[in-house]
């Protein structure tokens, strides 16, 4: 009898069977089915959006207005309506430039790590992430050519054959960071796309005949779900994740040389490379977080997108918290350890008596102690907690590149150079800008394409195993959560909250 | 007005599971047909073992993508610096020595010829883009993209017979099996 009760295919087993013991936890829950799957997260594209996206798109595309008219005011009056002055000649606009495209880093970590780690649990977030990750970088990109402040000249940038016959310089990580960043962005462009076609062909089967489903299978290309397409694909998506893992490595890499190759103390370390990849990583996943837990409760999509994303994705900011914190703390031991006057004294201006040591102190709060209440289970599954930490992170990751880049400037070699930063009104708002203009663009793509990766999130689901025999979910008890047919809005049964159109099945 | 022209494209036969599809794959492949196809709304492990398909080659051109991309990377960076217009800049000289600098550009454009020749590549042997195929007229072939799984054995196969392979399919456990035909 000790016997059948450990068996689960024994007859007369009785209790919990030994496979349900150790069943993993699932990564989708309550059983959902596939046509389930399609139909969530299709209903978010084709049923009305909910209130709370309007309100959320307006002032958005007013932020995207106010952010035109500073650019237009820039170019048409000049880079002085900024406020870099010297020495601070980098003044917000990098700062900008370099969080926005560390937010863009988890997209791709996600994609592209986790993918060939096998962390079958990104299914749920690659698709917003990497959406995310392309939102950012474009919003990245406009700080450094608007900087150059001959934005017609902006061109210069390219190795294109001019009639001075001048190249650029290939000696200077200036010009690497263009073509870092250049192909990351088409990268990541190319990586989400072929990500996209499977469901958007989904997309395509749910909609009559018209021009949505032409857009839609314009974009699908066609695709038929033939494994002699899918060998092709899995093998190309593999390769380009193949390829991102170590590209999203180089290109804060790159970012971090335009500071640590010059000879400025308190940025020429070589920490710098590490230090900006975990920083980025960090930051970049507190945006996910930022973004995909609003997304969960609105659109209901606590089955797909579970507490368990929740915990890994806060595990791994605390990881990447705690190594940021331990570069800053190695910054300043090296500081005092490599005995350079000039570095000791950077530091010093920093921590100490400098006229920046509030935005010194605001990143180390931010960026290394608040994540640390995510070593409690009870932190990480109170979202409320949670959506505090990822905000202060998200203004932390902030603060970091503005400690690098301004204070630093601020205190130069020579006493007689030093001057404060104060950003301009114009500066200001086009920072505010780009939050909008980011917004913007992810409410869109919640708008139009699915926010998460249903063929993907599909082939988790334990029945998409050729081996999956249906009689072990009986046996373990495993009861479907009740579906209705469609899942469209006219076919739910009414719910409590029947206002919110993309409201969670109870 | 005439009777449009019309070709058969295939038997398409329908199946529930991932398990019944996988299984009636292998069968198929025994069978000795060639011009076939699974169509399922996920790649389904295994399948190709079970459908006796080597592995893609599509490394092997991603490869050569890369190496281009590192070549044309080092010769602009060369030619341009070194041989037309040699330029010293803080005190870096302008010869072979400084190819350190150069390895951060030759290592993007490699990642960037390496993915866009995955990508085309990749469309390439799917055979995509097409605007339409045959295949798009069954009614009951849009569940590919939901949660049904297909198997359709193509006209063009040596081994198609109208009768045989319809029998075939409903032997290995097909259901709703049409003939999916096009108009000329």
Wanted: proline share 6%; net charge neutral; hydrophobic share 50%.
């Amino acid at each position: 009898m000790a016997e059948a009760a450990h068996d689960p295919h024994h007859p007369h087993a009785t209790g919990p069977s030994r496979a349900k013991v150790l069943l993993r936890e699932p990564l989708v829950l309550n059983q959902r089915s596939m046509s389930w799957v399609t139909n969530r997260i299709c209903g978010i594209v084709e049923n009305p959006q909910p209130k709370g996206w309007w309100y959320i798109i307006v002032p958005c595309v007013a932020l995207v207005a106010v952010m035109v008219f500073c650019f237009t005011y820039l170019v048409s009056t000049g880079v002085g309506v900024w406020g870099p002055n010297h020495p601070v000649a980098w003044g917000w606009d990098i700062t900008n430039f370099v969080f926005w495209i560390g937010i863009g880093h988890a997209g791709t970590l996600i994609s592209a790590i986790l993918y060939l780690t096998r962390q079958k649990w990104r299914t749920a977030v690659n698709r917003a992430a990497e959406a995310m990750t392309i939102f950012a970088v474009m919003c990245a990109g406009l700080f450094p050519a608007l900087h150059v402040g001959r934005v017609w000249m902006a061109w210069f940038l390219a190795p294109i054959p001019n009639s001075n016959a001048i190249w650029q310089n290939f000696k200077s990580p200036l010009l690497w960071d263009v073509f870092a960043v250049s192909t990351y962005f088409s990268v990541s462009v190319v990586f989400w796309f072929l990500g996209l076609v499977p469901d958007l062909a989904t997309l395509r089967d749910r909609c009559k005949p018209g021009i949505r489903k032409m857009a839609y299978g314009l974009f699908a290309l066609g695709w038929r779900g033939g494994n002699r397409q899918w060998r092709h694909y899995e093998i190309a998506y593999g390769l380009l994740a193949a390829l991102s893992t170590p590209l999203v490595l180089s290109v804060h890499t790159v970012v971090s040389f335009d500071f640590a190759t010059s000879i400025v103390p308190g940025w020429h370390t070589t920490i710098f490379p590490p230090y900006f990849v975990a920083g980025a990583i960090f930051g970049g996943f507190a945006m996910v977080l930022t973004l995909m837990i609003p997304v969960r409760k609105i659109y209901g999509l606590h089955d797909l997108f579970t507490m368990k994303h929740i915990d890994n994705m806060a595990k791994i900011i605390l990881l990447t918290g705690t190594i940021v914190g331990y570069a800053y703390l190695m910054e300043l031991f090296i500081a005092w350890y490599s005995g350079s006057l000039y570095e000791f004294d950077a530091f010093k201006w920093r921590i100490l008596h400098g006229p920046y040591t509030w935005a010194y102190y605001c990143m180390f709060f931010c960026n290394v102690i608040a994540p640390q209440v995510f070593w409690f289970k009870k932190m990480r599954e109170n979202l409320l907690v949670v959506m505090i930490v990822c905000m202060f992170v998200n203004a932390g990751m902030w603060y970091e590149r503005f400690v690098i880049i301004c204070t630093t400037l601020a205190r130069d070699f020579l006493p007689g150079q030093w001057d404060m930063y104060h950003p301009s009104w114009v500066e200001i708002w086009t920072f505010i800008g780009t939050f909008g203009f980011f917004m913007m663009l992810f409410l869109i793509f919640l708008r139009f394409l699915p926010v998460i990766a249903i063929a993907e999130i599909k082939g988790v689901l334990p029945e998409s195993d050729p081996h999956y025999d249906p009689s072990f979910a009986k046996r373990d008890n495993l009861v479907a959560a009740p579906s209705y047919e469609g899942d469209r809005l006219e076919n739910r049964p009414a719910e409590p909250t029947a206002v919110v159109t993309n409201a969670a099945p109870a | 007005m005439s009777t449009p022209l019309k070709r058969v494209h295939g038997y398409l036969a329908e199946f529930s599971s991932a398990r019944d599809v996988f299984h009636a794959a292998e069968q198929t492949r025994d069978a000795g047909y060639s011009s076939w196809d699974v169509h399922s709304p996920f790649p389904v492990h295994g399948m190709d073992d079970a459908m006796g398909l080597p592995r893609s080659i599509l490394p092997r051109f991603v490869l050569i993508g890369g190496i281009i991309g590192i070549t044309t990377a080092f010769l602009l960076q060369y030619l341009t610096q070194v041989v037309i217009y040699p330029t010293v800049v803080q005190a870096k000289p302008a010869n072979i020595y400084t190819i350190a600098a150069f390895f951060p550009v030759m290592f993007e454009l490699t990642i960037l010829f390496s993915a866009f020749t995955a990508l085309f590549t990749c469309l390439v042997m799917m055979k995509l883009p097409r605007l339409h195929h045959p295949l798009f007229n069954a009614p009951s072939f849009s569940k590919f993209s939901d949660d049904k799984f297909f198997i359709c054995i193509e006209a063009r196969d040596p081994k198609f017979s109208a009768e045989k392979t319809k029998s075939f399919l409903a032997g290995i456990g097909g259901s709703n099996i049409e003939l999916v035909e096009d108009e000329l």
